[in-house]
């Protein structure tokens, strides 16, 4: 059963705004953190931003400025609106749920969606 399905990754000029949406199923959204995580190639994944249930938010040094990560709780999405981008920003952009599963802490990832920033 698929958890977690990203939306919305594509090609954009330097200077440009994508909106990525990861869609959850409802039992996850509910009672998981929800993140969003990057890697570009030949890099290592690496952490963008977290939202928890209170609504509280953290970001990465590179996103805080031009990030914005919310969630709609009427459609189990966690959405990533990113501004200003730069080709540095270029990476497959993946989703992550953590929470406490039937085994103990539990980790979902969605299958990620491409990001590309070019001119």
């Known amino acids: 059963q698929v958890q977690l399905v990203e939306f919305g990754g594509g090609l954009v000029q330097p200077g440009g705004s994508l909106r990525l949406s990861c869609a959850a199923s409802?039992?996850?959204?509910?009672?998981?953190?929800l993140a969003w995580y990057r890697q570009a190639p030949g890099k290592e994944r690496e952490f963008v931003a977290q939202i928890a249930k209170s609504g509280s938010t953290n970001y990465s040094e590179s996103a805080k400025d031009r990030f914005a990560i919310s969630q709609d709780s009427a459609k189990n999405t966690v959405d990533l609106q990113m501004n200003n981008l730069k080709p540095e920003d270029t990476a497959i952009y993946y989703c992550?749920?953590?929470?406490?599963?039937?085994?103990?802490?539990?980790?979902?990832w969605g299958q990620g969606t491409q990001v590309t920033v070019s001119s």
């Open positions: 409802r039992s996850i959204f509910r009672s998981y953190t």
């Open positions: 992550k749920a953590v929470g406490l599963g039937p085994t103990g802490r539990t980790v979902y």
